[in-house]
């Protein structure tokens, strides 16, 4: 490709991403781990032609707010959610905005059922245990947990990831499956009963996954009220983002016991955790490893310098948002 163009890469990428976008464009990656700032962001659209963001990075409106013409035509999403990015400020400028759905699949649905099974069997505070000298040996009541198979599982949002967790756990835990999505779903080839709301989901689950996209309409989706009609064993099990849960209604939910436990991969106000989050025994923490998989970040990256070739090329990208 000889119409090489200047583009900034937020976030440190995979070699073999590197590699490919070096051959097509000139690239500069930032040093730092941490999220753009806007004022970073605003840098990036007057001083690059494209950029590959990603979570976190901060193209909000403000970053968008110029009178002048902005250099930047593409921003190329490394991810599938793209909420740290006001689409509607980047189209009213010209700017073109991807993602990289698919690539995320099957590795965020592992992350769920990952949850689910150690929350559940209280595998956490097993190995907390151990590794603090606790353990005195087998007993018939220690560390009592909930049985996964045969359970009810509930799916709130059922794309292409609600759809890989409930295959996993219809075909993996004999579960079975209920959702809420807010399109029909039928072409479903598994076993599922759809609900009429998120609070019918609720109130039937013994586990809970949130499964939804990230925006304005689904800010704090589970709020004190949803969570109150769940089961006081049940579970909820958040991947996907997150602001999609009012993080401080969950919390009261768990120091009171109103519910199960709860595993989380996502944070509201990440990677900030409040401390009456990480102390309770009854949530299981992890650090956002949804996509953690070397082979699918090279997916996600490829797929992102796909999008962009495409459009330097003059092209539709494959995956415009």
């Known amino acids: 490709m000889t119409n090489r163009k200047r583009i900034l890469i937020s976030r440190q990428l995979p070699d073999t991403v590197l590699q490919k976008a070096k051959a097509a464009h000139d690239i500069v990656v930032r040093e730092s781990t941490d999220p753009m700032s806007v004022d970073e962001a605003k840098a990036c659209l007057n001083e690059f032609d494209g950029a590959i963001p990603t979570l976190g990075d901060g193209f909000s409106a403000e970053a968008f707010a110029s009178t002048k013409p902005l250099r930047c035509r593409i921003l190329a999403n490394f991810g ?53 000298g606790q353990w005195q040996g087998w007993q018939p009541t220690q560390l009592l947990g909930h049985h996964v198979t045969g359970s009810t599982l509930g799916i709130i949002g059922m794309g292409r990831i609600g759809q ?33 709301s998120a609070e019918d989901v609720m109130r039937a689950s013994d586990f809970v996954v949130i499964a939804v996209t990230a925006g304005p309409s689904s800010h704090h989706l589970v709020d004190a009220k949803l969570l109150h009609a769940m089961q006081r064993h049940a579970f909820l099990i958040n991947i996907s983002r997150g602001e999609v849960i009012d993080e401080a209604a969950l919390i009261t939910a768990l120091v009171e016991q109103r519910i199960g436990g709860a595993g989380l991969d996502v944070y509201e106000f990440e990677p900030n955790i409040p401390r009456r989050l990480t102390k309770l025994e009854n949530v299981v923490l992890l650090p956002h490893l949804g996509t953690s998989v070397l082979p699918v970040r090279e997916a996600m990256g490829l797929m992102a310098i796909d999008n962009l070739n495409a459009f330097v090329a003059g092209e539709t990208p494959p995956n415009r948002v």
Request: no cysteine; charged share 20%.
């Open 80 to 132: 599938v959610g793209y909420n740290h990015i006001d689409v509607a400020a980047a189209e009213w400028h010209g700017i073109t905005v991807t993602n990289t759905p698919g690539a995320v699949t099957d590795a965020t649905a592992d992350i769920a059922l990952t949850l689910i099974l150690t929350v559940a069997r209280r595998a956490g505070e097993g190995e907390r245990m151990i590794r603090a």
């Open 164 to 196: 890989a967790i409930a295959q996993r756990g219809h075909f993996g835990f004999n579960m079975k499956v209920v959702y809420y999505n807010r399109s029909p779903k039928d072409s479903l080839t598994f076993p599922a009963e759809p609900r009429a």
